[in-house]
């Protein structure tokens, strides 16, 4: 063990040149540790979020483990005066810097990993538009936080510049409000990625068609028509959406089709189902399904149920169906009804049918 001077300074000012002495030591030790983590990582093919995090925060965790060894070593110490003062403010200051650098560093690994991040649904490219934008204010944002700590740490007021940069942004917020909103909103999508570029989604308005481009302040739809559709993004928050391309590409279809009065209901239930799987674009995994829903005033009304395989094909797979019905209906003998209309004539009180006509005649 080594002995310590006699005198009470210099044992006072060996302990603080230890103290200062073992934190470099551990500080080293930890980014030796921190190294050989990183080198276990990069034998991987993609390093995980974890691995990257402490590649960034490296140096700042060991640089900060330093500066708290000299803050103590400094107050543990016999010196005293004003430049001890001073000496701490200058490490107050560093350590404010560490911790906002590390800060930035970690929202910006965050931000990547987010927009790289794999998964049912993912959308890089409103993360990849938001990314940019968002690394940049949440920079600003630690700044500006790093900037007051240190101002008021050296005694200087910053509430009259707290309330003007209030003021600023409401005055602006107030301005562009429906800018700001769709900006909003465009997060909103960012984090809930309830579609993604390729989907085919129906608007609670009945437009039907494919997204093509997700924007910070509108979403793009190509329309079945060949045409595009803006749609301010605070629209899609709001309205409900319905997602045709999830959780697979098979669609629901339904089709009616009315028999006449007499018919044999269960005849007509196999050949509609027999009809379905007909076509090559109905999913033959997923058995039709064929319901008696009505009884109307010139037919029964007949409710098929298929399961298109690809979204994109229900158009064509409808069209095949019905040709299929009707066919098959006129071979089996079953009657498609129209609607007719009975005319009675009133004759020298004797009421006389005339014939009968289509409805719409």
Known sequence: MIPLPGDPFLRELAISAAI?????????????VLARLLARAARRAAPAIDHRLIRALKRPVT????????????HRGPVRGPWIDRLD???FAASVLLVSLALARAWGILLGWHASKPGPGADDSLARRFGPL?????NVVIALLAVTVALQHFGVNVQSLTVSLGVGSLAVGLAAQDTLGNLVAGFVLLLDRPFKIGDRIQLSTGELGDVVEIGMRATRIQTLDDTVLVIPNSVLTKEKVVN???PTRS????????????SDLAAARRIL???????????????????????????????????????????????????????RLGQAGVE???????????????????GARGEDA
Not at 20 to 32: D, G, V
């Open 273 to 327: 189902r027999e009809a379905a799987l007909g076509s090559e674009r109905v999913d033959r995994d997923r058995e039709p399904l064929v319901f008696v829903t009505r009884f109307a005033d010139f037919a029964v009304n007949l409710l098929l149920i298929f399961w298109v395989k690809d979204y994109t094909e229900q158009a064509l797979a409808r069209s095949e169906v019905h040709e299929q019905v009707y066919r």
């Open 336 to 354: 498609i009804p129209f609607p007719v209309r009975r005319i009675i004539q009133e004759m020298g009180g004797r009421q006389t049918p005339v």
């Open 244 to 246: 045709q391309s999830r």
């Open 134 to 138: 968002l690394s940049k204010v949440g």
């Open 20 to 32: 200062l002495l073992a934190s470099y030591l551990a500080a080293r030790s930890l980014s030796f």
């Open 63 to 74: 640089y900060g483990l330093f500066l708290n060894g000299a803050y103590v070593a400094v």
């Open 251 to 262: 669609l629901t279809t339904r089709l009616e089709v009315g028999v006449a009065y007499g």
């Open 89 to 91: 403010d200058v490490l």
